[in-house]
C-alpha cells in the first residue's frame, strides 16, 4: 500500500516531513481498514510520523496554506515551504481520476502546483 511505504521512507529520510493523512474513516472505507491491518494506528505521530485527521484537508488546515501537488498543474515550484501544507494529488491522479487533484484544487479555490526538482 502507498501509504504504508510513503511511511517508511520518510522515517528513513534525512530530514522527515510531517505526515497528516485526513478524511479517513478507519472503520467505513477500504484505505482505513487496510492501514488498520497495516496497524497504522501504532505508527509514530509528531516529527517524522503520521498523524490521522477525520475531517477532510479543506476543514482541517487554512486554506491559504494549502497546495495540491499534481502533475496537471502549470505552477511549477522547486522547492517546499515548511509553512504550507502539501496535498499529494498523485495517489488519485495517476490513475482512471487523471486531474481530479487540480479540479478539485481549483473548485476549493486553493493553490495548486507541480513538483520540478
Not at 35 to 56: M, P
Amino acid at each position: 500500500m502507498q501509504l504504508g511505504y510513503g511511511y517508511s521512507m520518510n522515517k528513513k529520510a534525512i530530514i522527515p516531513l510531517d505526515i497528516s493523512i485526513c478524511g479517513l474513516d478507519f472503520n467505513h472505507s477500504i484505505t482505513g481498514r487496510a492501514l488498520t491491518e497495516l496497524t497504522a494506528h501504532n505508527w509514530d505521530q509528531g516529527r517524522g510520523g503520521v498523524t490521522f485527521i477525520s475531517s477532510d484537508v479543506l476543514n482541517a488546515f487554512p486554506r491559504e496554506d494549502i497546495i495540491y501537488l499534481t502533475a496537471d498543474s502549470d505552477n511549477c515550484i522547486h522547492e517546499l515551504d515548511p509553512s504550507k501544507v502539501y496535498v499529494i494529488g498523485g495517489l488519485v491522479d495517476r490513475n482512471k481520476q487523471k486531474g481530479a487533484s487540480l479540479s478539485r484544487a481549483a473548485q476549493s479555490n486553493v493553490r495548486h502546483a507541480r513538483w520540478h526538482a
